[in-house]
């Protein structure tokens, strides 16, 4: 179809601008833009090109067009493996120290090996920690089975370290550490994707491996990490798929004689996005999220949300009279197959080593539950395995929701965004000459390992979400909109749980989110391309400020990521708040 004057073109019979809907007209006045009059028209809006270089950096450079076209090319892919290779260095350097088992490595580094191993968790002996250091993990593992209160997933990914590399300090945080690196890369190539900017897609990548908390979680075997990395990754399979989607769409749209792809109602309300693979590894990913510990559930449940919209976004801007019904008609029941019942199906079959213990009493915990305590009532037809699996999950249920035993870093989440209450790992007080103490110290130093987040990141991160919030409310940008779910997701449940024994370190699920949120704000300061070169300039370096500023502040925190021995009053004088001690 190429005629313009097309029945089902929108713009045709369009109320006059002064007679469009008022929340239209007040969302003018902050720079709304209808899908028809951007730049770009229908199809600019459904798939974006992404931003280039200005012809000038060339130009001041001196670089031949076809060489300067080459490096465009490769900085897809060159640029974030670069800022990986940099994360992953920080990461994996000494990674084995301290050589200790530190904070709740004494729970999740023991289960993964018993899990790897046996199928199921163990009850380990008092002394287990000093005889896993002083043999070096040549020790038996015990056969009675232990109550524990977290998925397998996770644990089998850091047992999957200590099989490659032992039952030690660096076998137990190796997996750690690789998905700490690995969501980096994944961090650049979604804010590539969603920003359309090669730039700020690194930004991003590099805000996060300069960020503290990422940084001692990839540099710690617990369970928080894992979770972490399986978020991001299924959030960058959705991006993927919002892509591919549109893509589609636009693609059959009617065109006019120019080639300008035009809104139309039939297609944008009947049209069916056909084999969304990635969706389906989105709800791999969820599953495994799940499988590793349960507040992966609230993020599922967003992310589904989320993709719906996104679906419905798209038809919206290809003309849909009623595009929210023409989700629910067309995507609902695909991205509901999709993600829950794919992400339950991999919860379930990720207890598989509990489900094929023994039932005689020697294997899982609660595994031969359906055959002693749990014998009659009215669900007996169901397999025993699955019945034992239910009265488990419930028994953990409440436990988790009654959880209140008063710990010394627990902390609320209102505090969380501003960094009121870290978590320490580990700490000693080493005499001058011991342990990395210089021998000039003259008194004893501190080496701490502390769960902290980059204190200026965080902060600009606070001011970063308020742009988001307005970007997404008032501009009805898609991008804002994402990243505030993702933090929504992994954050606000935890407000729920006020009275629950929580830590900081659970926020490191949506520190990816912050630091997208963070470079948003930052691509703005610098300024649209179109600006003045006054503007720009002055923008690109209050923007270069603040991110040397961030970098500066993990430099300087750098001792108490890494359990480097410091004089005692250079730790203090890093503890700018009285909280933080």
Known sequence: MTSTASSTDLRQGQAPHDQRPSWQQRLRRFGYTPAQDAPGGVRGRLVPPYAGPSPRLWQVLGLPPVLADRIVRWSGWGGPLLVTLLAGVMRFWNLGSPAKVIFDETYYAKDAWALVHRGFEVNWDKNANDLVLQTHGHLAIPTDAAYVVHPPVGKYVIGLGELMFGFDPFGWRFMTALLGTLSVLLLCRIGRRIFRSTFLGCLAGALMAVDGLHFVMSRTSLLDGVLMFFVVAAFGCLVIDRDGARARLAAALPADADGRVRPDADVADTFRFGWRPWRWGAGLLLGLALGTKWNGLYILAAFCVMAVLWDAGARKVAGARHPYAGALRHDTGISFLATVPVAIGVYV??????????????????????ATDGKGGHWTFLPDWLRSLWHYEHEVYKFHIGL??????????????????????????????????????????????????????????????????????????????????????????????????????????????????????????????????????????????LVLLIAWNFIYFWPLYTGTAIPIDSWRSRMWLDTWI
């Open 349 to 370: 079959l990720s207890w598989l080593g509990w489900i094929l213990s023994p039932t005689d009493g020697s294997g899982g915990y609660f595994r031969n539950w359906a």
């Open 404 to 545: 209140s035993s008063p710990h010394t870093y627990q902390s609320n989440p209102w505090s969380w965004i501003v960094l009121g209450r870290p978590v320490s790992y580990f700490y000693e007080s080493p005499a001058p000459g011991v342990d990395g103490c210089p021998s000039d110290a003259g008194q004893k130093c501190a080496r701490e390992v502390l769960a902290i987040g980059t204190p200026l990141l965080w902060w600009a991160a606070c001011i970063a979400l308020l742009y988001v919030l307005w970007r997404w409310a008032f501009r009805r940008d898609w991008r804002a909109g994402a990243i505030a779910c993702g933090v929504a997701a992994g954050y606000l449940p935890w407000f729920m749980y006020q009275q629950r024994t929580i830590f900081l370190f659970y926020a490191v699920v949506f520190v990816p989110f912050l630091c997208l949120a963070l470079a948003m704000l930052i691509g703005a300061i610098i300024g649209p391309p179109n600006s003045t070169d006054t503007r720009r300039v002055i923008g690109a370096s209050a923007a270069g400020v």
